[in-house]
């Protein structure tokens, strides 16, 4: 039998450690196999404490008058995981769909995350239908969103696969009703979350002008924002040309200055446009990539240089990788906030998924792609069944319970 969890609403739950020095100090990750667990949550609380004057405190969860780390924990296994099958979901991309693209191994499957003193409640499809009824729910940011998007219409549709249902797909917006439950399923492409103007032949990111993209998401019941990968793309990767910021143009700039005010733009909208009594509003925090086996090696030598061939994840205790500078960016922005965005915490505790990526299992890869996983190997999506699943019961959990 699960524990009830009842989280106030709203909810502004922050990372549970950000390292002083990111670039060389280790991720923190709790782990429930430590039998003085009450002296571990007092620890913590007084980390908090020590942080709170970066990154702010976290109100508390009640799960039968004790707290409830949501994103603090281990992963167990348990066979009856996943809850749906790639083969019968009508929206997964070849991108994240490794068991079609020729994955050989399926115990990265059978993972569930536990967290240190409580118990997720199990993703249930129809009552997720039934307490959403006549209600949007709309992603926004960039293909880690869209990874989380696909993961929640399967997730969702294995309940009820006789309803009916309608799938809108478009660019940048893309919509699955669930019609018999009048639910709308949405993903909104916006990588910055600002806008980005063409002018001259070349794209604008405009750090200060959110009003374009805007204006889709003001009708949705629950937001759920993501960003943070794209502001450190560079060559053929990066997505624009120039930024404009204050008025001025400029090449580049450093890029968690520039995350820091696209950012700030966002808040300032959501604080003058989201009313917290109509609309529930989320942050994903930023997901890790696995392209350096010497984070989790320990120094071992590995025999590739990326997630190639990983199958298991992380053991121990901790991680010993770099936490995302772009976090603290985030968590400072929203901290500030007046009507502030509950953060789902997941970069941890998918740090040590080094297993769940879809490598060269994926459709976007030439049969000699994957023949050089060392160069091609996709190390930031995650494959579907996966990873974005939990993401979706632990949303599930803070949205309904």
């Known amino acids: 039998m699960h524990t009830s969890i009842k989280i106030p609403s709203p909810f502004y739950l922050l990372p549970p450690l950000i390292p002083p020095n990111p670039r060389s100090s280790p991720m923190a990750f709790s782990s429930i196999c430590n039998p003085h667990l009450f ?4 620890l913590l609380s007084l980390n908090y404490v020590l942080l709170a004057s970066s990154v702010g405190i976290a109100h508390p969860i009640n799960t039968n008058h004790s707290n409830c780390a949501l994103f603090m924990g281990s992963w167990v296994h348990d066979e009856s995981y996943p809850i749906y099958q790639a083969s019968s979901c009508p929206v997964i991309d070849p991108e994240f769909n490794c068991q079609m693209y020729g994955r050989p191994d399926s115990n990265y499957l059978k993972y569930r995350w536990k967290p240190a003193n409580c118990e997720l409640p199990r993703f249930n499809g129809l009552e997720f239908l039934m307490k959403m009824k006549g209600k949007s729910v709309m992603f926004v940011g960039d293909s880690l969103g869209r990874n989380q998007w696909e993961s929640l219409i399967c997730m969702t549709w294995s309940a009820v696969q006789r309803s009916a249902t309608k799938f809108i797909r478009g660019d940048p917006l893309s919509t699955f009703k669930f019609l018999d439950y009048g639910v709308d399923v949405s993903f909104y492409r916006a990588p910055y979350l600002v806008d980005i103007d063409a002018a001259g032949g ?13 204006r889709a998401w003001m009708a949705a019941d629950v937001l759920l924002f993501n960003t943070g990968h794209w502001w450190t793309h560079q060559g053929r990767l990066q997505g624009w040309d120039l930024m404009e910021s204050g008025g001025s143009l400029h090449k580049d700039m450093d890029r968690l200055v520039a995350l820091n005010t696209g950012l700030k733009t966002w808040a300032q909208w959501a604080d003058s446009h989201v009313r917290s009594t109509k609309t529930r509003m989320f942050f994903l925090s930023v997901s890790p990539t696995h392209y350096n086996p010497s984070e989790w090696s320990a120094g071992a030598t590995s025999i590739g240089k990326s997630c190639y061939g990983e199958t298991s994840p992380m053991s121990g205790s901790a991680y010993p990788g770099i936490y995302p500078n772009q976090m603290k960016v985030i968590d400072t922005v929203i901290r500030g906030m007046r009507n502030k965005a509950y953060i789902l915490d997941i970069t941890t505790l998918s740090a040590m998924r080094k297993d769940a990526h ?32 939990t993401w979706n019961q632990l949303f599930y959990t803070a949205l309904l319970f």
């Not at 070349?202 to 805007?214: E, G």
Request: charged residues 20%.
């Open 202 to 214: 070349r794209r604008v990111l405009k750090l200060d002008d959110i009003s374009k993209n805007s």
């Open 39 to 42: 002296l571990l949550i007092s």
């Open 358 to 389: 879809p490598s060269i299992y994926t459709g976007d890869l030439s049969p000699g792609q994957r023949a050089n996983p060392d160069h091609s190997a996709d190390c930031s999506h995650w494959c579907l069944p996966g990873l974005p699943d």
